[in-house]
């Protein structure tokens, strides 16, 4: 990250551990899956209404029903497809693995894997996100596969946003989403009715339906999960209210050195008796 000229960071933030309880809870979830599949591979070899060779592979298909689950809802609250994307690459391999010969009953491994390696990921995730408040901007950065960097002047703010959700409330931490003229840091949320009426083999339906823009973002669109949401607020407004004056006052300082600078080229006036 380059600073401009006479820029200074005035505080350093990244997100707080468990601010993308979204992919750690996915984690969590697959170390549970791990830690009790085998119970369950027991429980569906040992049904006595299923003929023994029922019983792997109905317990692989309940193995990729269980790894898909919670990713994919995952996936549609939060409109991401990254947790869905691993999860159907672990599930593939899963599969692969059983066709060249695993026990089933051994997927619980995998699963374990898949947790514990998804930890790991997570929080080099986090770690790669960055976001700086400057005497002059704020700055947002994330590093980690791809590179992304958002920079907001504080003449383009027009409104700052606090969001916690309960375990942010829990934990003391939350989202600070800058909103500009662009609409960048929002997004919109659909609410839709539909009706339908059928008779005599014809079908019709009425529906409608409403949007409304709402503060949304991307991790590095904004403050992601940092702790202390209400204080990072205030200061961004500080810097902000510090700022208002300076780009005047430059104006003035540029045009007074062109002045300066024009009346050297020129020389001294003469003296008019």
């Keep these: ?12 933030l990244r997100p707080h551990p468990l601010a993308f309880m979204r992919y750690i809870s996915i984690c969590v979830y697959y170390l549970a899956i791990g830690f009790s599949f085998k ?55 899963g599969a692969f693995l059983v066709y060249r010969g695993l026990p089933v009953a051994n997927l619980s491994y995998l699963a374990l894997l898949g947790g514990l390696l998804g930890l790991v990921l997570v929080e080099l995730y986090r770690r790669g996100h960055r976001y700086y ?14 590179k992304d960097e958002r920079f907001v002047k504080y003449e383009d703010i027009t409104d700052l946003v606090v969001h ?17 003229p662009s609409g960048l840091g929002t997004g919109e949320g659909i609410s839709m009715v539909m009706a339908g009426v059928r008779r ?9 339906g409403r949007t409304v823009k709402v503060p949304r973002m991307r991790s590095f669109m904004g403050f992601f999960g940092v702790s202390n949401p209400e204080a990072v607020r205030d200061k961004i407004e500080e810097m902000k209210e510090a700022w208002r004056g300076v780009p005047y006052l430059r104006r003035i300082a540029r045009a007074t050195e062109e002045l300066l600078e024009l009346s050297r080229k020129r020389g001294p006036s003469p003296i008019i008796p």
């Design 200 to 208: 005599l083999g014809l079908g019709l339906s009425v529906g409608g």
């Design 39 to 93: 119970w369950i591979y027991g429980k569906l070899t040992s049904m006595p209404i299923l003929p023994s060779a029922m019983g792997a592979p109905l317990s692989l298909v309940v193995w990729l029903i269980l790894m898909l689950l919670l990713p994919m809802l995952v996936s549609i609250l939060h409109i991401t497809f990254w947790p869905l994307l691993a999860s159907a690459l672990l599930s593939v391999l």
């Design 164 to 180: 916690q959700g309960p375990i942010g409330r829990l934990f003391g931490f939350g989202d600070v989403i800058p909103i500009t």
């Design 133 to 146: 408040i400057t005497n002059q901007r704020l700055i947002m950065t994330k590093r980690f596969i791809f």
């Design 1 to 12: 990250m380059k600073l401009m000229d006479g820029e200074e960071v005035v505080m350093e």
